[in-house]
């Protein structure tokens, strides 16, 4: 584990083997809720109030409300998804502010492609 600017953990992908990273990025990804709560950091729709969040970020009591999950349930999926580098966080007073990490996803994509064949610039 390594820490963040903001003192919380996560997982150092990087010194994993690209099978493990992916394998834990899927295992991420296998699960509905962890998939609505990635697509609801993507659309950018925390854009609720000047109270909560940004376009850029949510707080874990938007997934809470969006997605009618329970406070604990919220965060064993977030637990997931930074584990995997699919999301960053941080504390802000009681809450936590999630964002999309755009470099995990673009690294699943190339990853992706490089399975099928296709190589993208990042590859080449």
């Known amino acids: 584990m390594v820490a963040t600017a903001t003192?919380?953990?996560?997982?150092?992908t990087e010194a994993m083997t690209s099978d493990e990273r992916m394998d834990r990025i899927f295992k991420a990804l296998s699960?509905?809720?962890r998939r609505?709560?990635?697509?609801?950091?993507?659309?950018g729709t925390g854009e609720g109030g000047p109270q909560c969040c940004s376009a850029q970020e949510l707080c874990a009591c938007e997934f809470?409300?969006?997605l009618g999950l329970g406070a604990p349930t919220v965060s064993h999926?977030?637990?997931?998804?930074n584990d995997a580098?699919?999301?960053?966080s941080e504390k802000r007073g009681s809450w936590v502010y999630y964002r999309l990490r755009l470099d995990t996803?673009?690294?699943v994509a190339d990853e992706l492609m490089a399975l099928i064949g296709c190589a993208t610039p990042a590859n080449s």
């Open 77 to 81: 999926h977030m637990k997931a998804l």
């Open 85 to 88: 580098g699919l999301v960053a």
């Open 36 to 43: 609505q709560i990635l697509t609801l950091l993507a659309t």
């Open 31 to 33: 699960s509905k809720p």
């Open 105 to 107: 996803v673009q690294y």
């Open 7 to 12: 003192g919380r953990a996560h997982a150092n």
């Open 64 to 66: 809470v409300e969006r």
